[in-house]
């Protein structure tokens, strides 16, 4: 058994909007340590160990600067700021043992806060569309290969045995489930299902601030001017777990404690700048010192069975919207001057890579069916619409739900 400790302090990365654009994005990777030790656990008649690995990320950031005239970088806002992550992982070196599980991974990440403005956002979408259109052209072959490629699992059928017509009515081929995956399915079903991994997550909370552009466009400076803040969005106590079972099923698990999203402009006259909230408040305080949080807001469940047969269940418990039109006129202004201007050439384009249609079809048949269910619960929504959102007097129509 080996013992390691490595520190690496990683490379920063440079994102060009393209090739002869000033405009870029600064990732710095930040300062990366990864150790490991083992760990003796006595629960049976012999010693077993556990390989526990420890990471620590620190000082992630990303920042939209320039390149000068003389080849340096000049740093203009800070969009996402420093960032902190630490995740512990055990590593059970006894495999199908059921004292303990085989993976078991704690992960932490402290408050992520990121600033985005107008400028920041067109340089991003700018990288998605601009950079990548600089890629080297794939080759036709290459498109014509893919066609007689197989897709996944089940029944492909051949080109020359799918041709249809508009008037020919669609072919369909039936596949019989393989007997040796029913076999397999029910002998793993009749033993005893027990827990073989587990992972947990969890966000201390997400702050997303935005802000529309200054007047000078040469102006440098690390911290916003809060008088240029349009909106935020705040999420709160994030978590998710995921846990692997003996039997090939696995259940996923994230909830959301809190949600908030409030007009932050100066020059707003809105009375109620909330136009995302929570019903219930937050925590209430029932005595000096103790208080009772609130339920979450947000729960979100997904179960797989062995079968792979999945279920999807999603609670919202008491969120609260009111309808802001000066609000949405604003923030629609703010991504629609953020968009890149169409070009003719774009216009001319279309959509690149896609063949015309020559009445040739593909029908690809699963071996089996698997089935999805999915719910969706509102717990006492509310939904309030303003005559004058900026009139304390104003008469609404509030929309509820009762329990």
Not at 217 to 229: E, F, G, I, W
Not at 387 to 397: K, L, Y
Request: some cysteine; overall charge negative; glycine content about 6%.
């Amino acid at each position: 058994m080996l013992e390691l400790c490595i520190d690496i302090h990683a490379p920063t990365v440079l994102v060009p909007q393209k090739s002869d654009s000033p405009n870029l994005l600064v990732l710095s990777l930040g300062d990366l340590s990864i150790e490991n030790f083992f760990k003796e656990i006595s629960v049976g008649p012999k010693p077993d160990y556990v390989d526990n690995i420890l990471v620590r990320l620190s000082s992630l950031h990303m920042t939209r600067a320039i390149i000068l005239l003389d080849g340096s970088t000049q740093p203009q806002e800070s969009i996402l700021e420093p960032v902190k992550l630490n995740i512990d992982i055990k590593r059970a070196l006894t495999l199908f043992n059921r004292n303990f599980m085989e993976y078991e991974i704690r992960g932490a990440v402290d408050l992520v806060k990121v600033n985005i403005g107008q400028r920041d956002l067109s340089t991003i979408i700018a990288i998605f569309k601009e950079n990548l259109e600089e890629r080297g052209v794939i080759e036709s072959h290459d498109q014509g290969s893919n066609l007689n490629g197989s897709c996944g699992p089940g029944l492909i059928v051949p080109l020359d045995a799918a041709v249809s017509t508009p008037l020919s009515p669609p072919l369909v081929v039936s596949s019989t489930p393989d007997p040796v995956k029913k076999l397999e399915h029910f002998l793993t079903s009749s033993v005893d299902v027990y827990k073989k991994s587990n992972a947990f997550f969890s966000l201390e909370g997400l702050h997303l601030a935005l802000y529309t552009d200054t007047e000078d466009a040469q102006l440098s400076s690390p911290v916003r001017d809060p008088l240029h803040a349009l909106s935020k969005l705040e999420l709160e106590e994030l978590t998710a777990s995921l846990n692997l079972f003996s039997d090939q099923s696995l259940e996923v698990k994230c909830s959301l404690q809190s949600l908030l999203v409030q007009d932050t402009r100066t020059d707003s006259t809105l009375i109620h700048t909330r136009v995302v909230c929570s019903c219930a408040g937050g925590p209430d305080t029932v005595a000096a010192g103790i208080s009772v949080s609130s339920p979450n807001m947000v729960d979100i469940t997904y179960r797989e069975t062995a079968s792979g047969d999945a279920t999807v269940d999603v609670l919202v418990a008491e969120m609260s919207l009111r309808v802001s039109v000066p609000y949405l006129l604003a923030l629609a202004h703010f991504f629609c001057d953020a968009l890149p201007p169409y070009s003719n050439v774009d216009l001319q384009l279309g959509t690149p890579g896609r063949l015309p249609s020559s009445g040739h079809h593909y029908w690809i048949i699963g071996a089996h069916c698997l089935g999805l269910s999915c719910s969706l619960v509102l717990q006492k929504p509310e939904i309030i619409f303003f005559a004058d959102p900026r009139d304390h007097g104003s008469q609404v129509i509030a929309l509820k739900v009762p329990a």
